[in-house]
Structures are given as structure tokens and as C-alpha cells.
């Protein structure tokens, strides 16, 4: 690959060719070679640099094609749609953004979420993918084009795919070449690394980060380049809007300064060094506060640490070199040796300060496992495919030194991420890209040129009168005298046919396989399921959209749902309705009063939903399909959160048999077949008969016929379930005004007399009168009589 020339370079060899000098090749080196002759488009195409320019930027302009109608098969085979479960969040977000405006969007309370608490949701979510999607549709409402704002989100990350492939060409430009560089442009736009977070329809973070990422790397080896301010904030811009994107940023600000770093260690330094990471330390820490998610956190939390300590080591290596040229040596020792004392003493205090505060704390430890991309990676590393430029690697500049620390950095954090497999993506593209450029131009070059190189320029001389400058220039390795001298023998053109045919073979076996990744694997949104039968032809199971049709349509607009937090943002988003939980798992405590009321029996459940204020409870139930990401799979998860806040009403052990095994059939657990879930999910299944060859009752899913068919629900009432039973949606009831009493006949057998002991005296001279009232009577007549 050749490499690219500059005007510069075209005016240089203007000057020295002005006299029509003929050059060392016997070609004529005048001012027209480098497209000074001819006039206009045609003039310019007629020299071998317009024509690199235009194939440069056609073979970008096909990535970018390539890489935006790869990400399309989920809108062809389905619709266009949001896939997943945060991206629901954040087009729910930008639609009120882009409904009410920016401020609206940054004091917006969400009252439909994380019930009866709410959410802020402008100072707890990065906002720059928002903005981005809000600007957009700003611009095009502006241009008179009508498009719906779910539309630009659905398109928004293949677009920013072809911003990536561009950045990707510019870094690799700068730490290689031009031919490097497309080659990195190209694999970037199709690897599926790339595009399983950026597919149409994954409106999510990764799909504007990856851009601001890669472009980031670029601005920062432009400055360290060039030392220009200049380059340094635009750098400082780009780490803004990676800030207001992604959390990732923290994987920029710990590179930059381990770069920095090890360019100290190797005695690397210079002016330009300091200036660059001078100013992108200062004005970088200062935009990246204005996030209201972020706040002080660049200069509280430990991760942002190793930027600082970067910094400050930087300024007094910086002011050591100053004294260096004034002092003698004798004060210079004994002024290094109380400074390094002065500092390993405010360190040492720092540190026993930090550990006892507890600011010191990992915050970069995974704490949610039981989600799939946070548990550690198990991956085949395709970095053996650099092996052909290992020797080149060797011989390091200041700009290519970033390459392999980028590299290590990316591999270690890769290994200990499902999710940061996607910062490695880029540079294990950029690596591959360098040993394509290699290879084709180790076996395409011309034989003559190696045994003829072109005379050596005025910046060698340079080079050889002060040796200190060999690292200031890109791309620029002196080879030792033994390589100088050392003839290079001509490869045959069956040897060049042969490689050159293999190493298209392979790039041509890599699109294949990206395409057939991207189709099958990354392009199935989770909303919408499909099926295929034994002739081909495939069957949509639109369970999710249906039931969240229902809910909308037939619940109250305030009714409040309780489901696990893996549905919170769909719920708000397509159903529009209040849920308890969902996706932002900021409070673990409210999380596992969910947890026990799912993993509780029906009685000790309904106190917790009459808590809450519980209209409808919402659960996923893949038996009848076989779908294994079901509740009853994730149930453990939900029994040990619970068990994490309420150890005494919650034990994991309870669920298990006496052997340790998870069963749903008559051989489980006691409290397992009577906890709510179970009974919302096998409810009136015990009925159902799917075919033929099993039983009534036979979970697919979990291969088992269900041990308790007879469900009977007390405080819950089935109100919806989905055409193939994947969604089922119960009712709550209502508290009647006076708990019914079980009212018993009476029991009309004699009973014994009883009398009482204690009888006082006028109640016995009452019994005696009344007893004896006609002798009473006839004595007092009597006497009246006789007188």
C-alpha cells in the first residue's frame, strides 16, 4: 500500500523540482507530479494521489453501506421496532425528550416507575444518546422531512456504524498507514462483535459509544503527534460526548493516562506529551462534571484516580526536568531525593485515609451476576492473527506505542466482561488490519522498488544529525546498518499468487461468516419470537406485544403492575402502565420485596401486593413453547435476592430437595409447589394436554410432568393469558369491606344448670316471698279482716 502524500510534501518537491530535475529513478520530479499541471476534477484524477483520495473514499463510503444493510435483517424479516429491554427506556426517554424539550427532559420525574418511589431521570441516565436521537429528529423536522422519532431510533445505530468505520480508518491511519487503515474501516463495519450491540432496533449506549470511543483514541494520538492545542480540545469534545453516552468513558480516562505512563517509563517524554495531557486532563475532568450522572465523581471515585496520580507525576517530571538544567548535581540528588520522600509520604496518608473512609472500594466489580453479560468471558482470541507484524511491533514510536497498550488494556478487561468484548472488537480489527497491510504489501510491492528505494529526504538528515528526534515522526523505524546492507531477493510470481489468492480466500470466508452471524444470531428482537417448521416456512409468536396490547387497552391508565425486573421497561414502554421494578436495579432492597412475594405462598404474598398497591401481576411462561427464559428458570435468582434482604422468611435450601435438586414434578420441594409463582404459572395447565406422547400437565421447557394439577387461587384471578401462554397477566382482588366469618349452627342440646354460689341476701328473701306469696297473702288478709 502506498502511502499517503500531503501537500506539504507536494510543495517540498515543487521547490526542489522547480528546474525540471530528473530523480534518482530517472523520472522527471517536477511541480506538476504532485497536481500542479492540470486544472479542475480531471486534472486531479490524472495523478496517482487524486486517484488514491478517490479510491480511499469510495472503499469508506461501500464500509459504511456494508456495515448499515447488515444491521437491516431484524426491519426485513420483522418490522421496525425497539428489540430488547433497555433500549425501551431510552426511546421512551427521547420521545419525551423530544416532546417536551431538553430541560423538561433533565427534570423529568418518572412517576410510572420504581413504584410507590419514582425515579429522576435526568440526573440517573448518560444522555447524550437521547440528545442525539432528539437532535436529529430536530433537524429533520427543521428540513421539512416527516419521520416519526421511534424511526430515528431504530436507524440511529447502523448509521453511527459508518461514523465508526471512518474514526477506525483515521486511527489506524495515524498509528500505520492508509491501506491499514481501510482495511481496519472494513472489518470494523461487519464484525459481529460491532453488531450485536448496534443491529437496527438496539437503541442502546454501545451504539454511539463505540464511535466516540474509537474517535477519542484518534484526537489523542493527533495531539501527542502534533503537541496543538488545537487537536487536544476537539480530543477533549470527543471524551464530553463519550461521557454523556456511555459509562465505558472510564475505559478512555485509565488508557490515556497508562499511555502517558509508560512513555514516562521509556523515557518518551517531550513538550508535546505535556501539553496534550495537560489540557485533556484539566478541560476533559472539567466537561465530564457537567454530566449530572457523573458529577464529582472524576474526582471522588477510585477508578478516576490513576488519571490524576498520572497527572501529577507528569508535572513533576516536567518540573524535575526544569531543575535539571539549573542545578548541579549535587542539589539536584538531594532536592529528588526530599521530593520523592515528601510524595511517598502524602501518598501513604492518602491511601490510609481512602481505606478508612472505604472510598477505596472496587466499584468496578461486577454486582448484578445474575445478568449474562457481566459474568466472565470465555472467548478465542483472534490476536494470533498479528503475528505477521511482530517484528514490526518491535520497533515502536510514540504514536504506535498506543497501539499495543490499547491492546493489552482491551484483552485484560475483555476477560473479565462478557459486555467489554465489545472495546476489544475495534482493536482486534485495527490489529487484523495491520497484518493484511503487511502481508499484501510485502507480496504485491514491486521487486525493483526494493532493490531501488528512493532516495532519502531532508527530515532523514535530520534524523541522522540528532538521533534523539528517531521517535517524533510516525511511521518513521531507521533499520540497523546489518538491514540496510542486507540485499533482498525477489519473490517469484507464483509465490505472490498464491498468498495474495489465500489472504482473499480468508477475507472472503470472514464477510460469509459475518453475514451468517449477524443474520441468524443478532438479528432476532426478543419481543418478537419465530419458530420454523420442518418445510421452512416460520411462525411469529407476537406473545409480548399482545399482552402488552391488553394492558393497555384494558387496565386502568394508574394501575399499577408487579413483575420481575426484566419487564419494568417494557411494561412502561409499550404498555404504559406503573410498574414496581424494572431494568435500572438502583434499589436492591425493593427488588427483593418483589423476590419474596413471587417466592411466598399465595397468603403471605397478597399482604405484600396490598403493600405495594398491586393491581396486576404479569409473569413469563415458556412450557408450552419450550421458551427457557421463563420466570420459573429465573426463579432461583428471585428466591436468593430475597433471601439476601429477608433471610429469616426466605431460605434458598426450602426450594431444593433433600438430594439438592430443582424439580417442578411430585418429587419437589413442599414449598416450591406452593409458592405464588408456581401457582401463577402452572395454573389450569394440570389440564392441558399437549399432544399425544405425554401426559396432561408436561412442562417442555423443563422436560417434567408438573407435580401440582390441581391449583386453586384465593386471592388472584387469571385475566389474561397470551395465545401460546408465554405471557400470563393475573388480577389482584380487591379486600372485601368485612372479612366473612365461618358461621357455625347453633348447638340447641339441654345443657346443665348452673347456679352460682354466691347469691346475695335481698335475691333470697325475693325467692322466699315468691315462693310462699300465698300464705303472704293470706296472712295479711286475715288481719285486715279481723280488725
Not at 431521570?121 to 429528529?137: E, Q, R, S
Not at 538531594?334 to 520522600?341: E, Y
Amino acid at each position: 500500500m502506498a502511502e499517503q502524500h500531503t501537500a506539504s510534501d507536494c510543495k517540498q518537491r515543487a521547490s526542489q523540482g522547480a528546474g525540471g530535475s530528473v530523480s534518482g529513478n530517472g523520472r522527471p520530479n517536477t511541480a506538476a507530479g504532485c497536481g500542479g499541471g492540470g486544472g479542475g476534477l480531471s486534472g486531479g484524477l490524472t495523478q496517482p494521489a487524486g486517484w488514491q483520495s478517490l479510491l480511499s473514499f469510495t472503499i469508506l463510503f461501500l464500509a459504511w453501506l456494508a456495515g448499515f444493510s447488515s444491521r437491516l435483517f431484524a426491519v426485513i424479516r420483522f418490522e421496525s421496532i425497539i428489540h430488547e429491554f433497555d433500549p425501551w427506556f431510552n426511546y421512551r426517554s427521547t420521545h419525551h425528550l423530544s416532546t417536551n424539550g431538553f430541560y423538561e427532559f433533565l427534570n423529568w420525574f418518572d412517576e410510572r416507575a420504581w413504584y410507590p418511589l419514582g425515579r429522576i431521570v435526568g440526573g440517573t441516565v448518560y444522555p447524550g444518546l437521547m440528545v442525539t436521537a432528539g437532535l436529529i429528529h430536530y433537524l429533520l423536522n427543521l428540513l421539512n422531512v416527516t419521520v416519526h422519532i421511534r424511526d430515528v431510533c431504530v436507524f440511529l445505530a447502523p448509521i453511527f456504524s459508518g461514523l465508526t468505520a471512518i474514526s477506525t480508518f483515521l486511527l489506524t491511519r495515524e498509528l500505520w498507514n492508509q491501506g491499514a487503515g481501510l482495511l481496519a474501516a472494513c472489518f470494523i463495519a461487519i464484525v459481529p462483535g460491532y453488531i450485536s450491540r448496534s443491529v437496527a432496533g438496539s437503541f442502546d449506549n454501545e451504539g454511539i459509544a463505540i464511535f466516540a470511543l474509537q474517535f477519542t483514541y484518534y484526537l489523542w494520538v493527533k495531539s501527542v503527534k502534533t503537541g496543538s492545542v488545537f487537536w487536544t480540545i476537539g480530543c477533549c469534545l470527543s471524551y464530553f460526548y463519550m461521557v454523556s453516552a456511555w459509562g465505558g468513558y472510564v475505559f478512555i480516562i485509565n488508557l490515556i493516562p497508562l499511555h502517558v505512563f509508560v512513555l514516562l517509563l521509556m523515557q518518551r517524554y517531550s513538550r508535546r506529551l505535556y501539553i496534550a495531557y495537560s489540557t485533556f486532563y484539566i478541560v476533559g475532568l472539567v466537561l465530564s462534571m457537567q454530566i449530572p450522572f457523573v458529577g464529582f465523581q472524576p474526582i471522588r471515585t477510585s477508578e478516576h484516580m490513576a488519571a490524576a496520580g498520572v497527572f501529577a507525576l507528569l508535572q513533576a517530571y516536567a518540573f524535575l526536568q526544569y531543575l535539571k538544567d539549573r542545578l548541579t548535581k549535587q542539589e539536584f540528588q538531594t532536592l529528588f531525593f526530599l521530593g520523592v520522600s515528601l510524595a511517598a509520604g502524602v501518598v501513604f496518608l492518602t491511601v490510609i485515609y481512602l481505606t478508612y473512609t472505604g472510598e477505596t472500594a472496587a466499584t468496578m466489580a461486577t454486582q448484578h451476576h445474575s445478568l449474562a453479560q457481566h459474568m466472565p468471558s470465555l472467548y478465542f482470541s483472534p490476536l494470533p492473527l498479528i503475528n505477521p507484524i511482530k517484528p514490526v511491533i518491535l520497533n515502536l514510536d510514540t504514536e504506535r506505542l498506543f497501539d499495543p497498550v490499547l491492546s493489552a488494556f482491551a484483552v485484560y478487561f475483555a476477560g473479565v466482561m462478557v459486555r467489554l468484548m465489545l472495546t476489544l472488537t475495534p482493536v482486534v480489527c485495527m490489529l487484523s488490519a495491520i497484518a493484511f497491510s503487511s502481508v499484501f504489501e510485502h507480496y504485491l510491492g514491486d521487486d525493483m522498488k526494493r532493490e531501488n528505494p528512493p532516495a532519502e529526504d531532508s527530515s532523514d538528515e535530520d534524523d541522522k544529525r540528532n538521533s534523539g528526534n528517531l521517535y517524533d515522526k510516525a511511521g518513521k523505524v531507521r533499520k540497523h546498518v546489518s538491514e540496510q546492507d542486507r540485499p533482498e531477493e525477489g519473490l517469484g510470481p507464483n509465490i505472490k499468487s498464491i498468498v495474495t489468492m489465500l489472504m482473499l480466500m480468508l477475507l472472503m470466508m470472514f464477510a460469509v461468516h459475518c453475514t451468517w452471524v449477524t443474520s441468524n444470531a443478532y438479528s432476532s428482537p426478543s419481543v418478537v419470537l419465530a419458530s420454523y417448521n420442518h418445510d421452512g416456512s416460520r411462525n411469529i409468536l407476537d406473545d409480548f406485544r399482545e399482552a402488552y396490547y391488553w394492558l393497555r387497552q384494558n387496565t386502568d391508565e394508574h394501575a399499577r403492575v408487579m413483575s420481575w425486573w426484566d419487564y419494568g421497561y417494557q411494561i412502561a414502554g409499550m404498555a404504559n402502565r406503573t410498574t414496581l421494578v424494572d431494568n435500572n436495579t438502583w434499589n436492591n432492597s425493593h427488588i427483593a420485596l418483589v423476590g419474596k412475594a413471587m417466592s411466598s405462598n399465595e397468603s403471605a404474598a397478597y399482604e405484600i401486593m396490598k403493600s405495594l398497591d398491586v393491581d396486576y401481576v404479569l409473569i413469563i411462561f415458556g412450557g408450552v413453547i419450550g421458551y427457557s427464559g421463563d420466570d420459573i428458570n429465573k426463579f432461583l435468582w428471585m428466591v436468593r435476592i430475597a433471601e439476601g434482604e429477608h433471610p429469616k422468611d426466605i431460605r434458598e435450601s426450602d426450594y431444593f430437595t433433600p438430594q439438592g435438586e430443582f424439580r417442578v414434578d411430585k418429587a419437589g420441594s413442599p414449598t416450591l409447589l406452593n409458592c405464588l409463582m408456581y401457582k401463577m404459572s402452572y395454573y389450569r395447565f394440570g389440564e392441558m394436554q399437549l399432544d399425544f406422547r405425554t401426559p396432561p400437565g408436561f412442562d417442555r421447557t423443563r422436560n417434567a410432568e408438573i407435580g401440582n394439577k390441581d391449583i386453586r387461587l384465593k386471592h388472584l384471578e387469571e385475566a389474561f393469558t397470551s395465545e401460546h401462554w408465554l405471557v400470563r397477566i393475573y388480577r389482584v382482588k380487591k379486600q372485601e369491606n368485612r372479612q366473612a366469618l365461618d358461621h357455625k349452627l347453633r348447638n340447641v342440646a339441654a345443657k346443665q344448670k348452673y347456679t352460682s354460689k354466691k347469691v346475695c341476701i335481698s335475691c333470697l328473701i325475693i325467692v322466699v316471698i315468691f315462693k310462699y306469696r300465698f300464705f303472704f297473702f293470706f296472712s295479711i288478709g286475715y288481719q285486715m279482716f279481723m280488725q
